[in-house]
C-alpha cells in the first residue's frame, strides 16, 4: 500500500476494501471515504505471540487498524516522515518511530543483543535505544518519523557506516550492528550521547539516519 508524501511532516495512504494497514494511535488528521479505525490488540499482522514479545520488550506502541476504502492522511507530532519502501526484506526499526506501515507485512521482535552480543547490549543500555527493535519484513511500505529529516545510507561489503545511535533512525538488509568506541569502560560509562561511541553497521543494504541526536 503506497504512501503518497502531500510535505515533509503528513502522508497519504490509499485504503481499499480487503486490505488493512496498521497505524500509530492519534496519528490520523484526516480522512475521505468510508474508513473505519479500531484498536489493534493482537499486535499487527504477526498476531498474539508477536504482541506478547514486544510488550515483554517494551516495544508494545498502540496500533489502530484501519479498513476502508477511502484514503487517510497521517501525521504525528510535527516530526518528519520518511517513507521506506520493502521488497521481501526486513527492516528494523523501533516501535515508536512507526507511524503507518501496509498491513501485508509480517511484525516481529527481535532482541538488538543477537546481533551484536555483549556490545548490542551495551548499545541499549547506554544509549537509550531499546534492546529489542520491531521488525517488518515482506512487500509493502512503512512510514517512520524522525527529528529534522532523514537521510539514507547505503551499507556495502568493506563499506561500514557509523552512526551517532542517537541519530539512528531503522535500517535493512542483510546488516550486523555492533558499538564501536574508543574511549574506555571508565570514560564510556555515563554518557548517553555524543561522538565519544558510534553504531557500527556493516554488510548489505541501508541505514537511516535523522539530522538530530534528539529521541521522539
Given amino acids: ?31 475521505r471515504g468510508e474508513v473505519s479505525f479500531t484498536p489493534n490488540i493482537q499486535g499487527g499482522q504477526g498476531g498474539v505471540m508477536s504482541m506478547i514479545g514486544r510488550r515483554m520488550a517494551n516495544e508494545a506502541t498502540p496500533l489502530m487498524t484501519v479498513e476502508g476504502n477511502g484514503t487517510v492522511m497521517f501525521g504525528h507530532g510535527g516530526h518528519h516522515i520518511q517513507v521506506i519502501n520493502l521488497a521481501g526484506d526486513t527492516l528494523y526499526v523501533e516501535a515508536d518511530r512507526l507511524l503507518a506501515f501496509d498491513g501485508a507485512l509480517q511484525q516481529g521482535t527481535m532482541f538488538m543483543g543477537s546481533q551484536g552480543g555483549v556490545m548490542g547490549m551495551v548499545r541499549g543500555q547506554v544509549t537509550g535505544q531499546g534492546l529489542f527493535t520491531t521488525t517488518l519484513k515482506g512487500h509493502g511500505a512503512v512510514a517512520v518519523m524522525a527529528h529534522g529529516g532523514v537521510i539514507e545510507l547505503p551499507i556495502a561489503p568493506g563499506r ?31 554518557r548517553g550521547s555524543g561522538e565519544g561511541f558510534q553504531l557500527e553497521l556493516s554488510g548489505s543494504g541501508a541505514v537511516y539516519v535523522q539530522a538530530s541526536e534528539e529521541k521522539l
Fill in 1 to 31: 500500500m503506497p504512501f503518497r508524501e502531500i510535505n515533509s511532516k503528513m502522508v497519504e495512504a490509499t485504503v481499499v476494501p480487503g486490505q488493512k494497514m496498521f497505524s500509530q494511535r492519534g496519528a490520523m488528521l484526516a480522512y
Fill in 160 to 190: 561500514d557506516v557509523h552512526v551517532d545511535p542517537q541519530a539512528y533512525v531503522a535500517h535493512h538488509g542483510d546488516v550486523r550492528n555492533k558499538l564501536s568506541t574508543a574511549l574506555g569502560w571508565r570514560e564510556m560509562v555515563g
